[in-house]
C-alpha cells in the first residue's frame, strides 16, 4: 500500500517542482536585462495584462515586460520542450542514444531556406524569413525521407539519410553565402545560424506554445507504442503496434516541431541530445513519465540559456545556441562518463 503511495505521489511531486522552477525561471528571464526590474514587478505586469489586476506599474516597465521579454521567455521555453521531446521520440524510434531532433537534416534545410530569402530574396516582400525556414526544413525532411525509404527504411539508413542531406543543405547553404552575400548579410546569417531570440514576438508566441503542446499530447498519446520500440521493431509488431505507420507518423511530428523551432530561432543543438539522457536519471525509461519530464527540463534549460546569453557579457548577447553548446557539450561527455560507468 505504502508503495502505491510513493507511486501516485512522487510523480505528482516532481511535476509540481519542475513547474514551479519553469515559472520562476520564467519571471527571472522577464526582469533580468538592460533595465532591471523587480520580481514582483514583473509579477504584477503580468497580473495586470493577463487578468485586469488593477496593480500599479511604470509604462516603461510594463512595454518592457509584456511587448519583449515575457514573449521571449515564452518562446524559449517552448523551443526547449519541444527540442527535447524531439530528442526522445528519435532516440526510441531510432534506438540511438544518439540521435537528436537535427540528424533528419531538418535545421541544414530550414538554414538553406532562410538564407534563399535571406540572400538570394526569393519571395522577398511576400514570404518571411520565418516562412522561408519552414519550407526549407520540409523539403529537407521530405528529402531524407525519400532517401531512407529508398535505402529500406530501417533505422540505421535513416540516420545515413539525415546525415546525407544535412550535409547537402549545408553545402548549398555555404555556396550561397558565399557567392551571393556581402559582409552584413554573412554575419546575418551566421548570428541566425547560431540561434537568436532577439526577434521573437508575441506573433511567434502563438505559434511555438501550441506546436509545443500539440505535439506533447500527440507523443503522450504514443507513449506506449514508444515503451515498445525500446526493444526493436519486431517486438512493438508483436505487441499489436502498427510499426510502419507509427513510425512515419511521429518522424512527421518530429520534422514538424523541429521545423517550426528552427524557423522561429534558428538552429540550437544539444537540447535534443542532451536533456533526455539527463530526464531519464530522474523520470526512468518509461516514456509515460519521461516524455512530460523531458518537456520541462527542456524548457528549464533553454530559459536558463537565454538567460546567461544575456548577462554573460556585458552590453551584449550571445547567440542562445553559442550558450547551449557550452553547457551541453561538457554535459553529455559526463552522461557518456557515467553511462560507461554503470556499464
Given at each position: 500500500?505504502?508503495a ?11 511535476t509540481?517542482?519542475f ?7 520564467i ?9 532591471s ?8 505586469a503580468?497580473?495586470?495584462r493577463a ?13 518592457v515586460i509584456w511587448d ?16 527535447a521531446l524531439c ?7 531510432l ?15 530550414a ?5 534563399c ?5 526569393i519571395g ?9 525556414a519552414f519550407?526549407g ?19 540505421d ?6 546525415v546525407?542531406g ?8 555555404s ?10 548579410q ?8 547560431l ?18 503542446l ?8 504514443h507513449?506506449?507504442a514508444?515503451?515498445?520500440f ?12 502498427p510499426?510502419?505507420?507509427v ?8 520534422a514538424?516541431?523541429t521545423?517550426t523551432?528552427?524557423?522561429i ?23 509515460q ?12 534549460f ?7 546569453s544575456?548577462?554573460?557579457i ?9 550558450v547551449?553548446?557550452?553547457?551541453g ?9 557515467r553511462?560507461?560507468?554503470a556499464?
Amino acid at each position: 500500500m505504502s508503495a502505491r503511495r510513493s507511486a501516485w505521489w512522487l510523480p505528482l511531486a516532481v511535476t509540481v517542482f519542475f513547474l514551479a522552477l519553469l515559472g520562476f525561471m520564467i519571471s527571472l528571464a522577464v526582469s533580468i536585462g538592460e533595465i532591471s526590474i523587480p520580481l514582483d514587478t514583473t509579477v504584477k505586469a503580468i497580473m495586470k495584462r493577463a487578468f485586469g489586476m488593477p496593480f500599479e506599474i511604470s509604462r516603461i516597465h510594463e512595454g518592457v515586460i509584456w511587448d519583449y521579454r515575457l514573449s521571449r521567455a515564452l518562446v524559449a521555453a517552448s523551443a526547449g520542450a519541444a527540442l527535447a521531446l524531439c530528442g526522445v521520440i528519435l532516440q526510441a524510434l531510432l534506438r540511438n542514444p544518439l540521435a537528436e531532433p537535427f540528424v533528419l537534416g531538418i535545421s541544414a534545410g530550414a538554414s538553406t531556406g532562410a538564407v534563399c530569402i535571406m540572400v538570394l530574396g526569393i519571395g522577398y516582400g511576400v514570404l518571411t524569413l520565418s516562412t522561408g525556414a519552414f519550407l526549407g526544413a520540409v523539403v529537407a525532411f521530405l528529402l531524407v525521407s525519400l532517401l531512407a525509404a529508398g535505402a529500406g527504411g530501417s533505422s540505421d539508413r535513416i540516420i545515413l539519410a539525415g546525415v546525407a542531406g544535412s550535409q547537402l543543405f549545408n553545402a548549398l547553404t555555404s555556396y550561397i553565402v558565399t557567392t551571393s552575400a556581402n559582409a552584413e548579410q554573412a554575419r546575418g546569417v551566421m548570428f541566425w545560424l547560431l540561434g537568436s531570440l532577439s526577434g521573437v514576438r508575441w506573433p511567434d508566441v502563438y505559434l511555438a506554445a501550441p506546436v509545443a503542446l500539440l505535439g506533447f499530447v500527440f507523443c503522450a498519446a504514443h507513449a506506449r507504442a514508444l515503451d515498445a520500440f525500446m526493444f526493436g521493431t519486431d517486438t512493438a509488431a508483436g505487441l499489436g503496434i502498427p510499426v510502419r505507420r507509427v513510425r512515419i507518423t511521429l518522424l512527421g511530428v518530429t520534422a514538424l516541431m523541429t521545423a517550426t523551432v528552427v524557423s522561429i530561432v534558428g538552429c540550437i543543438g544539444f537540447v535534443g541530445l542532451v536533456i533526455p539522457h539527463a530526464a531519464r536519471f530522474i523520470a526512468g525509461s518509461g516514456h509515460q513519465r519521461l516524455l512530460p519530464v523531458s518537456a520541462m527540463i527542456g524548457a528549464i534549460f533553454m530559459v536558463a540559456a537565454d538567460i546567461v546569453s544575456r548577462i554573460i557579457i556585458p552590453q551584449q548577447i550571445l547567440p542562445i545556441g553559442v550558450v547551449t553548446a557550452l553547457f551541453g557539450a561538457p554535459a553529455f561527455a559526463f552522461i557518456l562518463y557515467r553511462a560507461r560507468r554503470a556499464a
